[in-house]
């Protein structure tokens, strides 16, 4: 078990991994069938996260709905376990329940949504879009500092357009309102992420549906662009391109130098970084115990990229005309950003994982030097990072909106690098007075590189 522990969640995934990157999704799903997907429970969440993307990527999505309302049940019946808490602070916070990343419980709600959307119920759409709002909230109960990823604008911006759909063009409008301050107040500062042109387009031609002249003209001249009327005949095709797969994560460490204090105390320092942590230790003994040390070393996770193969996309409709797929959710730059967000902590738990687990080594050894090393040597082994994520997330979520003639329609999807060029074609049928949803999602990527770029083999 202990072994076991040392590999990360994506070395542990590389059947699956192999499956889907070879766009093999019936040998993926029936990979998942076997119940050792299941086991342990502590990553059952991941089992369904896993199972209902995989069934959305082939187009199941009725099935897939049954696995992401389990996720979204799992999450939210979920109550921390404090005892299982505890047990972490001396082991390996691989071996708690894994409950997900804040972001990906807000994206449980997408596919959802996205499920509903592509199965024409608008009205289960809505719900499931809410769902996504509402934890999107939870993040911003969580965190109060305005640096910190705690509002979603592409959730609002989803629900926009199911609203659109639905011809409600007051919410739409509100929705895509509220979408658009989110981008411009968060997601450019934080993130890196422009404001999508479709986005400004969408709120001018919503604000004109309902008659309001002043947002009208106020957008325009904050946009420096004119309102684009919906034209005669023709019926709105929303397309989103998920491109590529989002980071996974790894094992991070840094080494603390152990500086004894007064009255019991020492601190963990790592002098490079500008980071100490005191801990109490409680007596002479253990801070000796701790000193002896000198240099310890303590893990957390971090991220790698899959650099995806696509960098541009557009939908070209049979009269050639061209309409650039917009970046809406940068589903890489919000990972970073949410586990720098927590680093603090991270790093907090885990230097204080280490002291436990240093005070109980010295509280064997005043018993029994050979329990003293045993447990030394399997505190060594355990040291290691919580390396469980959602790795078959996007690594960004992109859209436009076209208008086309009512009618059975051949659309292409090109998606391409400096390099090369991909066509996929598609046939709609475009129905008057309705919204064709479509999706598609590459699954190609390039290289696995950590923040700085640097190259990683696994």
Not at 5 to 13: E, H, I, L, N, V
Not at 116 to 145: H, P, T
Not at 154 to 166: E, K, P, R
Not at 187 to 194: A, P
Request: proline share 3%.
């Amino acid at each position: 078990m202990v072994l076991s522990a040392c590999t990360t969640y994506y070395q542990k995934s590389y059947d699956l991994m192999q499956a889907v990157y070879n766009g093999n999704l019936n040998q993926a799903e029936t990979l998942m069938k076997d119940k050792k997907w299941q086991k342990p429970k502590r990553n059952l969440l991941l089992f369904y996260l896993n199972k209902g993307t995989v069934l959305w990527m082939n187009g199941k999505n009725t099935e897939s709905n049954l696995y992401f309302k389990q996720a979204d049940y799992f999450v939210e019946d979920f109550r921390k376990n404090y005892a299982e808490s505890f047990v972490s602070l001396f082991t390996n916070p691989n071996f708690t329940t894994y409950n997900g990343e804040t972001f990906e419980q807000i994206l449980i709600h997408y596919y959802s949504t996205m499920n509903f959307v592509q199965l024409g119920d608008y009205d289960n759409a809505l719900v499931a879009c809410k769902r996504m709002i509402e934890s999107s909230q939870r993040v911003n109960d969580l965190y109060k500092n305005k640096n910190k990823y705690r509002r979603d604008a592409f959730a609002h911006n989803l629900l926009g357009m199911i609203y659109d759909a639905q011809q409600d063009y007051n919410n739409a409008f509100i929705a895509y309102r509220n979408a658009y301050n989110i981008y411009k107040e968060d997601y450019v500062t934080q993130l890196g992420t422009d404001i999508p042109l479709q986005l400004k387009k969408d709120i001018l031609r919503t604000a004109r549906l309902i008659h309001f002249s002043e947002e009208v003209s106020q957008y325009e001249s904050e946009f420096n662009m004119k309102v684009q009327p919906m034209p005669e005949g023709t019926a709105p095709l929303v397309f989103f391109w998920n491109n590529g797969l989002g980071p996974v994560k790894d094992e991070n460490s840094i080494n603390f130098a152990i500086i004894p204090l007064q009255n019991g105390w020492v601190d963990f320092v790592n002098a490079d970084l500008g980071l100490h942590f005191p801990f109490y230790v409680g007596s002479e003994d253990e801070k000796k115990s701790l000193s002896r040390l000198k240099v310890v070393r303590v893990a957390w996770p971090k991220y790698l990229t899959r650099v995806p193969l696509y960098n541009k996309a557009q939908i070209v409709d049979s009269l050639n005309n061209r309409s650039d797929l917009c970046l809406a959710e940068d589903i890489n730059a919000i990972a970073y950003k949410s586990l720098d967000d927590r680093m603090l902590k991270e790093i907090g738990e885990a230097v204080l994982r280490l002291a436990l687990k240093q005070a109980a080594e010295q509280v064997a050894r005043n018993q029994n030097e050979g329990a003293g090393l045993a447990l030394n040597l399997l505190n060594t082994f355990t040291e290691q990072a919580d390396t469980r994520n959602w790795q078959l997330l996007p690594y960004s979520i992109n859209y436009t909106r076209m208008f086309l003639p009512v009618g059975p329609q051949k659309i292409r999807l090109e998606t391409s690098n400096k390099d090369s060029l991909e066509k996929n074609e598609f046939f709609v049928d475009m129905k008057k007075g309705q919204t064709n949803f479509q999706a598609f999602q590459t699954l190609q990527f390039t290289n696995l590189v950590d923040r700085y770029g640097n190259i990683v083999v696994r």
